[in-house]
C-alpha cells in the first residue's frame, strides 16, 4: 500500500505564482486534510473534506482553495503565492474523523 | 488558553532514563486521544492513543485524567532512536479535525 502520496516534494515558487500540490490515498478513507508546518511551530489545518464533494475551512484557509471531486484525490492551490506561505505542507487522511490520521510525507515550498 | 498545551522542551535524557511527557486539553468534550511521533523533517506518525484505563506499548505507557483534562506519555528505558518531538492529539468529536498540539521534543544521549 502507498498510503498518502503528496507531490511534489519540495518547490520553489516566485511571489505572485501558483501552483497546485498534489494529494492522493489508496485507502478509500473518506477524510482528508491539508496542514502547514512552520518551524518549530505546530500543525495548522488549512482545510479538511469528509468525503467527495464535500470541504471544509481549517483554521488557516486564506490563500488556497481544495476540491474534492474523488476519494483519493485532495489537491490544494495556492494561487498567488505570498512569502507567508513558505512553510511545509502535510497532507493527512483517515478512515473517520477521530480515527489516527495516515499523513503523507510533505511537500517543503519556499515562496521568494 | 491554548486548546492542545504541551511543554516544547527539549528534553535531554541520558540513553535509559525514564522520562514523562505531559498535555493539557481546554475543551472538556473531547473524545478521542492521541500520541504521535514526528522526526525531524519527517511527516507525524501515530505512536499509540491514549484510553480513559490507560494503555501501555511496550516502553509506552500512555495515561488519560478526564477530570483533569490532562495526557500524559511515559517512556521507560529511553533509546537513542526515541529521539523526536511527541505530539499530544486530541479530537472533540468524530466530525471535527483533530487538534495537534506544538509538540515536545526529546534527544535521547548516549
Known sequence: NAGVTQTPKFRILKIGQSMTLQCTQDMNH???????????MGLKLIYYSVGAGITDKGEVPNGYNVSRSTTEDFPLRL????????????????KQGDYG??????TRLTVV | RKEVEQDP???????????AFNCTYSNSASQ???????????EPKLLMSVYSSGNEDGRFTAQLNRA??????????????????????????????LVFGKGTRLSVIA
Request: with cysteine; glycine share 8%.
Open chain 1, 30 to 40: 473518506n477524510y482528508m486534510y491539508w496542514y502547514r508546518q512552520d518551524p518549530g
Open chain 1, 79 to 94: 494561487e498567488l503565492a505570498a512569502p507567508s506561505q513558505t512553510s511545509v505542507y502535510f497532507c493527512a487522511s483517515s
Open chain 1, 101 to 106: 490520521y495516515t499523513f503523507g510525507s510533505g
Open chain 2, 9 to 19: 522542551g527539549p528534553f535531554n535524557v541520558p540513553e535509559g532514563a525514564t522520562v
Open chain 2, 32 to 42: 478521542s486521544f492521541f500520541w504521535y511521533r514526528q522526526d525531524c523533517r519527517k
Open chain 2, 68 to 97: 483533569s483534562q490532562y495526557i500524559s506519555l511515559l517512556i521507560r528505558d529511553s533509546k537513542l532512536s526515541d529521539s523526536a518531538t511527541y505530539l499530544c492529539v486530541v479530537s472533540y468529536s468524530g466530525n471535527t479535525p
